[in-house]
């Protein structure tokens, strides 16, 4: 190739990178004016309108503090009931699942041997009374003045021993009337305690031995929850059981409603267990109602103490960041703002004590944070309360201020 189309080749090379050069330059500049660089502008949120929020006022109240646990009914006494004599069961008195009361009688065994047996001492007592008034005659004969001189005196020895002697066997024949009556009385099963009867073991009919279970009582008024507690908790409960009676409340399972209240804080076990860290504590429930079954698994609600005039939120205003716990404050200008807020103890399911942060009176937003920032515009809106729709006006002022943007743009 000539010298003459080198030259030709690198003006025509110069020219092409002059022209592209230009064109990238009006691009950029036609960016920025363009439709995109003003719709960003219009996404501006200080640009942006209200946004809709719950907000609720923060309130001072008296908030207790609860300690709570998984606890187990328990029957305050729970015996079987069984025979001290053996014999043949006559009869049940009692009916499956009925409240007895101390003493009722629950079932009658076979009293006739033992009645014969209690029958034979008091026949031989009968007898050796007789040989007793007897043998008393003869030594007061013959000890007698005018008789003593004619008796040997190992005669009169041996009839003050007979006196003595006789006088023992009556009393023996006392005492094996006295065990043949108590005997005679186990014919009698009574209830030692009063409680609820459950289901029988045997029937009327049966022959039974001593020991032989027939029924189960089990006391339910009154009765024991017991349920165990972290350790960490032990000073918190000492104190409250060093400050007087301890309130407890039983509830179902799921927290739903409360089964009885009135319960006392009973004991707290002497020692903590070393495999677990908690303690064993123990209420005591009048139950009148019959609320509380033996078996029975509730939670268990004891009141340690009460915060006077704690702030309260709702639990869902408590956000969590980086920097830990925070609100938002709806000022009085409509704008909200951030504030560092520590959240205490639970009060109900669905609120909590704020301990640092807070003063009581604040406008905080409960619903519709997510959509915020500091400085935001909101139109705060009660619980429950849903944004009015927009109006006409209002649809037509956003369309004529979204086609503007577009407009200032230009063509690209």
Request: charged residues 20%; aromatic residues 4%; negative net charge.
């Given at each position: 190739m000539s010298r003459f189309w080198k030259i030709v080749l690198l003006v025509v090379a110069v020219l092409v990178v002059a022209v592209v050069g230009m064109r990238l330059m009006g691009g950029k500049k036609?960016?920025?004016?363009?439709?995109?660089?003003?719709?960003?502008q219009g996404g501006d949120p200080a640009n942006a309108g209200p946004v809709p929020v719950t907000v609720i006022d923060a309130v001072r109240q008296d908030v207790p503090v609860y300690a709570s646990a998984l606890g187990t009914v328990a029957a305050m006494n729970t015996v079987t009931v069984s025979p001290q004599v053996g014999g043949q069961l006559i009869s049940l008195n009692f009916k499956e699942g009925q409240e007895v009361k101390k003493g009722?009688?629950?079932?009658?065994?076979?009293?006739?041997?033992?009645?014969?047996?209690?029958?034979?001492?008091?026949?031989?007592?009968?007898?050796?009374?007789a040989q007793l008034a007897t043998a008393r005659s003869n030594y007061q004969r013959s000890n007698s003045a005018e008789y003593r001189q004619y008796v040997a005196k190992t005669d009169l020895d041996t009839q003050r021993n007979q006196v003595a002697q006789f006088e023992s066997a009556v009393a023996a024949n006392e005492a094996s009337m006295r065990a043949a009556q108590v005997q005679l009385q186990y014919t009698r099963v009574t209830a030692p305690i009063s409680g609820i009867a459950g289901i029988r073991a045997v029937d009327a009919g049966n022959i039974v031995s001593a020991g032989t279970a027939l029924v189960t009582l089990t006391q339910i008024h009154p009765i024991h929850v017991v349920f165990n507690l972290p350790e960490r908790q032990l000073p918190a409960v000492r104190q409250a059981q060093a400050a007087g009676p301890v309130d407890i409340a039983a509830l179902d399972r799921n927290d739903a409603h409360v089964?009885?209240?009135?319960?006392?804080?009973?004991?707290?076990?002497?020692?903590?267990?070393?495999d677990s860290g908690t303690f064993r504590a123990r209420a005591l429930f009048d139950n009148e109602d019959n609320?509380?079954?033996?078996?029975?698994?509730?939670?268990?609600?004891?009141?340690?103490?009460?915060?006077?005039?704690?702030?309260?939120i709702p639990t869902q205003a408590v956000m969590r960041g980086p920097d830990g716990e925070y609100v938002y404050i709806v000022k009085p200008d409509s704008t909200v703002a951030m504030q560092t807020v520590k959240s205490g103890v639970e009060v109900g399911d669905s609120q909590v004590q704020i301990t640092e942060g807070l003063k009581g009176g604040e406008r905080v937003v409960s619903e519709g944070q997510f959509r915020l920032k500091p400085g935001a515009k909101v139109t705060a809106l009660k619980p429950g309360e849903t944004p009015a729709a927009p109006t006409e006006a209002e649809l037509k002022a956003a369309q004529q201020q979204g086609g503007g943007g577009r407009r200032g743009g230009g063509p690209r």
């Open positions: 036609g960016d920025a004016g363009g439709p995109a660089a003003e719709g960003r009722d009688l629950l079932a009658q065994i076979d009293p006739r041997t033992l009645q014969a047996s209690y029958d034979e001492a008091a026949a031989a007592k009968r007898q050796n009374q089964l009885t209240d009135g319960g006392k804080l009973d004991v707290v076990d002497n020692q903590i267990s070393s609320s509380l079954w033996p078996g029975q698994f509730v939670n268990v609600r004891m009141q340690l103490r009460t915060i006077a005039g704690g702030v309260v």
